[in-house]
């Protein structure tokens, strides 16, 4: 108390205001608040004065900032910049342009006070304690490749996060390789294109698991997560997902499965396929090459399992067949052998067993070596197609 100079006329103000309004008055003084009652018992009345410590939690940005100061040590200069809110809604002129929405909040087009846009990513306030926020923070933070997204900094304010990145003007690679009817022909993108963009995931994904000093997996691979610059150059995003994990460790357990049905290898729901690892992230992006290939998505979650043709099954039916595999206008024979590539990777990477699986290194050298040199791998799958349980959709 001693510590508290309390202004007396602001407490006789407070006290007459109580007796006339006989509405309780507060005033906070630093950590202190101070209220006014008029109570009422039988035929008297009383005032109760009531004096209050607030709690840290309930100072504004306290507890935060034991947090912030906590990381900011923790990873030094490789702490991205951070954001006031306000800051965060002047750049997004008051949260005006919405570009999508994810699991874990809203993107809203930005620009800094340097001119240069950015995409803010607002996460949901009520989810988590915030460690998936802080785990995307750390892992984005020690990245720098041209294949995955930059962050340029985050806002850490209480219930209030957000995460800002570089702005990809084409946005996510899922808008370019589904063809929804005729209008969207025009959307669809070349042979050489799509080529070029699994090529350039697997460079990313290739840093994420053996280029940082500190591996990271992905577990959330999958067309949404790859954003697409001015020049269609990929780029990996969203590692909210992701588990660091130290560089000797191949093998990390987890105590429930991560990623996105359609994508998510069966180790990762099913710890009878084998323990989950690198490989886990290998498998979803040989699902996402796929359906690259394919136009479409492999597992249609909307559709009955008993009526859908499986494309990965499809495919490894019709790969032998010498030319024209009935997909999309493939005209050149360098297209073909493109596609033939893409499809016989992409097959290794989604075999059952985890060690059947290449490494990226692998799909690097297998995608930039010859078609001549690669083998067709065993049918990925027992009989019927692997179904993932319904994680998130
Ligand atoms: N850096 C960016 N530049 C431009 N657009 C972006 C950027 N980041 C995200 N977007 C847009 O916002 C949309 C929503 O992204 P978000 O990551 O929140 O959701 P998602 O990828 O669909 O799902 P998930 O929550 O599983 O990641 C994306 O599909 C994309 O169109
Ligand atoms: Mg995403």
């Known amino acids: 108390m001693s510590s508290h100079s309390l202004p007396i006329s602001s407490l006789l103000a407070l006290f007459f205001l109580a007796v006339l309004t006989k509405v309780p ?145 084409h946005g996510s690679l899922d808008k370019f390789i589904y063809s929804q009817g005729s209008n969207n022909q025009s959307r669809q993108l070349e042979w050489k294109t799509l080529y070029d963009i699994a090529l350039g995931i697997a460079k990313g994904l290739e840093y994420l698991h053996q280029g940082c000093n500190t591996r990271i997996l992905h577990f959330d691979i999958k067309p949404h997560n790859i954003l697409l610059d001015k020049n269609f150059c990929p780029k990996i995003s969203d590692f909210g997902l992701s588990k660091l994990c130290e560089r000797k460790e191949s093998i990390i357990s987890m105590a429930c499965a991560r990623g996105t049905v359609g994508y998510i290898a069966p180790e990762v729901f099913c710890r009878n396929f084998g323990g989950v690892s690198y490989k886990s992230d290998v498998y979803s992006y040989g699902m996402m090459v796929l359906e690259m290939v394919g136009g479409r998505k492999n597992i249609d979650v909307g559709v009955s399992q008993t009526s859908e043709v499986y494309f990965p099954s499809w495919i490894y039916e019709h790969i032998d067949q010498s030319m024209n595999l009935n997909l999309k206008a493939i005209i050149a024979e360098e297209e073909e052998e493109i596609t033939r590539k893409l499809i016989i990777v992409s097959l290794w990477c989604i075999q059952c067993d985890p060690c059947d699986r290449p490494s990226m290194t692998k799909v690097l050298e297998m995608l930039q070596g010859s078609l001549q040199s690669l083998v067709i791998p065993p049918k990925p799958f027992v009989s019927s197609p692997l179904r993932s349980p319904k994680i998130k959709e």
């Open 25 to 169: 008055t507060i005033l906070s003084v630093d950590d202190l608040q101070v209220e006014f009652q008029v109570a009422a018992e039988s035929n008297h009345s009383f005032i109760v004065l009531r004096l209050k410590r607030k709690s840290l939690s309930n100072h504004p940005l306290q507890g935060d900032k034991a947090t912030m100061e906590a990381f900011i040590k923790k990873f030094g200069s490789f702490a991205p910049k951070q954001y006031s809110y306000r800051e965060i809604k002047k750049m997004t002129n008051k949260f005006h342009d919405n570009l999508g929405q994810g699991g874990y909040g809203k993107v809203y087009r930005g620009k800094m006070s340097d001119g240069r846009f950015v995409a803010v990513k607002i996460l949901n306030e009520s989810k988590g304690n915030g460690e998936d926020f802080m785990n995307e923070v750390a892992s984005i933070s020690r990245t720098s490749h041209i294949n995955i997204v930059t962050l340029l900094g985050f806002c850490f304010e209480r219930s209030k996060r957000a995460l800002i990145y570089e702005f990809m003007p």
